[in-house]
Nanobody
Framework: QVQLVESGGGLVQPGGSLRLSCVAS????????MGWYRQAPGKQRELVAG???????NYGDSVKGRFTISRDNAKNTVYLQMNSLQPEDTAIYYC???????????WGQGTQVTVSS
């Protein structure tokens, strides 16, 4: 059972930046993919950004050009750099890991991001 621990959330003003981190309890070198999802109150969980084992990335339409996902295999860590944050980015952000293409998703406990003046 892999453990994922997110950190870096908090309160930020509109236009500000945050960087989220997700540390995995096992090596992420050969995994299929990792990613970040978010869920706002009353809404479904949605993909924010993902990165495959080969380094390919994809982003949700609402964050393209503002958020960047990256990974550090040596630290078993995936990051989400969030710039130009807006109130609609307010949500709980969850880290997700999938070891293989047909494998199950493992989730972290989530970290709250609040964008407000």
């Amino acid at each position: 059972q892999v453990q994922l621990v997110e950190s870096g959330g908090g309160l930020v003003q509109p236009g500000g930046s945050l960087r989220l981190s997700c540390v995995a309890s096992e090596s992420i070198f050969n995994i299929y993919a990792m990613g970040w999802y978010r869920q706002a109150p009353g809404k479904q969980r949605e993909l924010v950004a993902g990165v495959t084992g080969g380094g390919s990335t994809n982003y949700g339409d609402s964050v393209k050009g503002r958020f960047t996902i990256s990974r550090d295999n040596a630290k078993n860590t995936v990051y989400l750099q969030m710039n130009s944050l807006q109130p609609e980015d307010t949500a709980i952000y969850y880290c997700c890991l999938r070891r293989t293409v047909l494998g199950k998703n493992y989730w972290g406990q989530g970290t709250q991001v609040t964008v407000s003046s």
